[in-house]
């Protein structure tokens, strides 16, 4: 099996930024990309970012790109979400997910993850 751990969530102003992180441990498994989604009050979980394990390709949900960046580090399989200029509507439980065999046409697709970690709650104050 395949643990993923988030970490770097919080409670912040807005206008503050946070750093994410997601650590996978237990079985090495093929992957074909890592990515975050996030879950608001009383809505379901939707796409926020992806990467592109090998190859580094990214991709980002429309409302957060210019202000969320996604990156990895392969050595310590972990993946990274840069959360800058935060507004209160951002305020979700964030998850991370390994994506194993996707492409870069559907992996802002949340059927195409097969792990899932417990997620890390970020709160934005106004």
């Known amino acids: 099996q395949v643990q993923l751990v988030e970490a770097g969530g919080g409670l912040v102003q807005a206008g503050d930024s946070l750093r994410l992180s997601c650590a996978a441990s237990?079985?090495?498994?093929?992957?074909?990309?890592m990515g975050w989604f996030r879950q608001l009050p009383g809505k379901e979980r939707e796409f926020v970012a992806a990467i592109e394990w090998t190859g580094g390709g990214t991709r980002y949900a429309n409302s957060v790109k210019g202000r969320f960046t996604i990156s990895k580090d392969n050595t310590k399989r972990t993946v990274y979400l840069q959360m800058n200029s935060l507004k209160p509507e951002v305020t979700a439980i964030y998850y991370c997910a390994v994506d194993r065999w996707g492409t870069m046409a559907t992996m802002d697709q949340i059927q195409d993850y097969n792990y899932w970690g417990q997620g890390t709650q970020v709160t934005v104050s106004s």
């Open positions: 237990g079985r090495t498994v093929s992957t074909f990309a």
